[in-house]
């Protein structure tokens, strides 16, 4: 292992820690709590990397980022066009980092990995202007009848008759 390596898996020592894991539980991650900072990502390779509406991150700075469990667990891709790298759990696919060129000295993980506190709650959108129209945005809901634990929007407003042009 390199020295390189050595430092970014020692970490930073008077860092309290954060731990996180992928679906499977094959790769373990921990960040320095409290997180650099948390933010919702609507660009559309979040939203397709994590199968999501967006995807919800935190911020850490990588001298305060490790892997605990699993690096040989752990394929890489980079996006050419966005000189990004994203990384994944081979056996279960979890995205687990996504770093940018532009911001070497930062590591981004998926918020969803952590079950605890990350010391940082996401106040920033980026790429707000790619939602898109079908992602929840906070209207009432309400419990859908017959179907324990499913909440609905319900069957809005009655629309008129619709023209059809052939």
């Keep these: 292992m390199n020295d390189t390596k050595k430092r970014r898996n020692a970490g930073n020592a008077s860092a309290t820690w954060v731990k996180g894991q992928c679906l499977c539980g094959n790769v373990e991650v921990e960040i320095g709590f409290p997180a650099r900072w948390a933010w919702h990502d609507h ?10 509406a967006y995807a919800t ?4 700075w990588r001298s305060r980022f490790r892997f605990t469990k699993g690096e040989k667990s ?3 891709y980079e996006d050419k ?15 687990l ?10 590591v981004n993980v998926p918020r969803a990995l952590f079950t605890n506190r990350t010391g940082r709650e996401p106040l920033y ?9 079908w992602t ?10 017959g179907f324990p634990g499913v909440v609905w929007t319900g069957a809005g407003k009655k629309r008129g008759k619709v023209a059809y042009l052939l």
């Design 43 to 52: 660009c559309a390779a979040s939203r397709r990397a994590h199968g999501a």
């Design 57 to 60: 991150y935190v911020g850490s």
């Design 74 to 76: 752990i394929t890489r």
């Design 81 to 95: 066009a966005s000189a990004a790298i994203r990384s994944f759990c081979t056996r279960c696919g979890t995205p």
């Design 97 to 106: 980092t996504y770093e940018r060129h532009r911001s070497p000295t930062m």
């Design 125 to 133: 959108h980026l790429a707000i202007e790619e939602m898109q129209e």
């Design 136 to 145: 929840y945005t906070g209207e009432a809901l309400k419990p859908l009848k």
